[in-house]
């Protein structure tokens, strides 16, 4: 029996299930991440889910790394995490840049729209400026609307053109984490 | 430093005996030589790195997930597995039968002028190891310890970590291929029937 998707709970956003479900079909068998609350629904599927590979990491490097190797062995990965994680990444994005690995990550921000935490600000700033210079295409959601056709750009730019694929879910989607 | 006294040269020819029977992912400089050594320069069952310092344990736990049928080996120094050293605890949740990790350890940076490493001075990578949750644990640092090392490496059923500790001495001399896409194409057309 395939693993079954749960209904959302009344009241919830849907994105995160037809995202997961979006992703499953798209054939990602590895979801790796560092936790993080924008991710929670995805996370909790692919623990539940027998097909596929849920993956706890410790720096978000690894996830890169992990990506590579799966390619390698013919499966497809795709790495969660929030986005002060990007600067763990910098030099590993390294290997599929010059190797043409397909890298799909999905990142929830924080440090942007209605940040109250100030630690968030540095990194939430410097994301997509400093993925962009390591030539990662970044693709920005800020409504439910485009999460989907968001997320299939990036799954085609990175499985069929080779690229290295960023989906940053700002806080306009996921709302401001109330903080203090 | 006084136990850092085996050959690498020697030795992992001895702990892998068979390399074709395995697909491998090395570190950088020392261990990329070691094993396009062992496999030749034109094998197609090995991913070698010269740089993405951190990112060889990672890669081979992405292959080792994917293919599940197939023995996997990490072949990997002592800087490059102590840059992303939590890795190993990643390895270890996960958990996979067909992943075995060997770090060559020489106590130095060798590629950068030899400077002691960490692990020339107090860090223990087998310990850290254990530490991370791998259960099945070797460390090899004497003509004595070779073989049982080398039946894990080739029994290997379960995740697996060996200890190598190695003089400073040079690894092979071989020319391979620094194309990191090129490399990934011939290992992907060997293993999958495409690109």
Redesign the interface.
């Known amino acids: 029996m395939p693993f079954e998707i749960p209904a959302p709970p009344p009241g919830e956003p849907t994105w995160p299930y037809e995202l997961y479900k979006l992703l499953k079909d798209a054939g990602i ?2 979801f790796s991440y560092v936790p993080d609350a924008g991710h929670k629904v995805l996370i909790n599927l692919s623990l539940a889910d027998p097909d596929v ?1 849920s ?5 978000e ?15 497809k ?1 795709v790495l969660l995490m929030q986005s002060s994680g990007a600067g763990n990444c910098i ?2 994005l ?2 599929p840049r ?4 397909p890298f799909l990550t999905i990142l929830s921000m924080r440090g942007d729209f209605g940040e109250g935490n100030p630690w968030q600000m540095p990194m939430g700033k410097s994301v997509q400026p400093v993925l962009e210079a390591c030539d990662v295409v970044c693709l920005r959601v800020d409504t439910p609307e485009e999460v989907i056709p968001t997320v299939e750009a990036g799954l085609t730019m990175a499985f069929q053109s080779q690229e290295s694929v960023a989906v940053l879910l700002s806080q306009k989607l996921l709302g401001a984490k109330k903080f203090g | 430093m006084s136990d850092f006294v085996l050959d690498r040269k020697e030795v992992i020819p001895r702990l892998i005996q068979n390399a074709d029977e395995y697909l491998i992912v090395t570190g950088l400089a020392g261990t990329a030589r070691d094993v396009a050594s062992l496999c030749g320069a034109e094998g197609a069952n090995y991913y070698t790195m010269a740089g993405a310092m951190g990112g060889a344990v990672a890669m081979g736990l992405g292959l080792a997930l994917a293919q599940p049928d197939k023995r996997v080996l990490v072949v990997t120094g002592d800087g490059e597995l102590l840059m992303n050293v939590g890795a190993l605890a990643t390895v270890a949740v996960m958990n996979p039968p067909n992943l075995g990790i060997i770090c060559v350890d020489n106590g130095h940076y060798g590629e950068t002028g030899n400077q002691v490493s960490h692990t020339g001075h107090t860090t223990d990578l087998g310990v850290m190891a254990s530490g991370a949750g791998i259960k099945q644990v070797r460390t090899v640092a004497d003509e004595s310890q070779i073989d049982d090392a080398a039946a894990m490496v080739k029994g290997g059923n379960a995740t697996f970590f060996v200890h190598l500790k190695v003089n400073d001495g040079p690894p092979p001399v071989i020319n391979r291929s620094l194309d990191a896409n090129y490399t990934k194409t011939v290992f992907r057309k060997a293993l999958l029937g495409t690109a």
């Open positions: 068998t590895q590979h993956v706890p990491l410790t720096s490097e690894e996830g890169v790394a992990m990506a590579a190797g799966a390619h390698l062995g013919g499966q990965h030099n590993m390294s290997l010059l190797g043409k690995f």
